[in-house]
């Protein structure tokens, strides 16, 4: 491994436990190979990421914060990435959320949506969102989906969950696989692992029961 693959694999791998599974490889990807300097930030209440373009003196930096759920943490990822590559190609000659920003941005989303990345909801906010990206708001209707789904979650305990329901349990994300007498068996979103919760642990549900 030279210098540059072992970086990119020590960030993918600070990177996991905030992003769904088999996407903290490309943001990785993207940080070492653009030279961005990319925070986690504690979570503020006035935006979810930001984007600083790079001078002589510092480099560009992105931060995300670290308290959304994986999908809302990938899609900010992407939304701050694209107005790197958007400065980088048009510099500050166009809006920030225009049309230029907003092609590169559905490319750069696209895979994922194709790749079965999303839980159904968000995927179908995808789909519409790259079917009309023309839209003028700077909104983003794909982020707010993601996000009511995070902002609906609220405390349950195991035992009350389906098989397929995703949960939050000490800040990694989980999904319910299979009922044992007294504890579940849980799988990790992130690595795919899996492990023996408790059923009367209290968890935070993440999305609605798969398939709904
Ligand atoms: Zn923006």
């Known amino acids: 491994m030279n210098r540059e693959d072992e970086r990119r694999a020590q960030i993918e791998q600070q990177l996991r436990r905030y992003l769904p599974k088999g996407t903290a490889r490309y943001i990785a990807g993207l940080i070492t190979e653009e030279g961005v300097q990319f925070t986690v930030a504690r979570p503020r209440v006035s935006k979810l990421g930001d984007f600083r373009p790079g001078n002589r003196q510092r480099p560009t930096a992105i931060s995300v ?8 943490f990938l899609i900010t990822s992407v939304h701050e990435f694209a107005h790197h590559f958007c400065y980088k190609q048009f ?22 949506s194709e790749q079965g990345v999303f839980p159904d909801k968000i995927a179908e906010a995808v789909r519409k969102h790259l079917e009309s990206p023309s839209a003028s708001s700077c909104s983003c209707p794909v982020l707010n989906k993601a996000l009511a789904l995070y902002d609906d979650r609220s405390t349950v305990f195991l035992d009350s969950l389906t098989v397929g329901t995703h949960f939050y349990f000490r800040n990694q994300s989980y999904a319910v696989a299979e009922k044992k007498r007294t504890r579940y068996l849980c ?6 692992r899996q492990y023996l919760i408790s059923g009367r642990a209290p968890v935070e549900v993440i999305a609605p029961t798969a398939g709904q």
């Open 187 to 192: 799988k990790r979103l992130n690595d795919g």
């Open 65 to 72: 914060n670290g308290d959304l759920n994986p999908y809302a």
């Open 91 to 112: 510099g500050g000659r166009v809006r920030p959320h225009g049309k230029e920003w907003k092609r590169i941005y559905t490319d750069m989303l696209r895979p994922f």
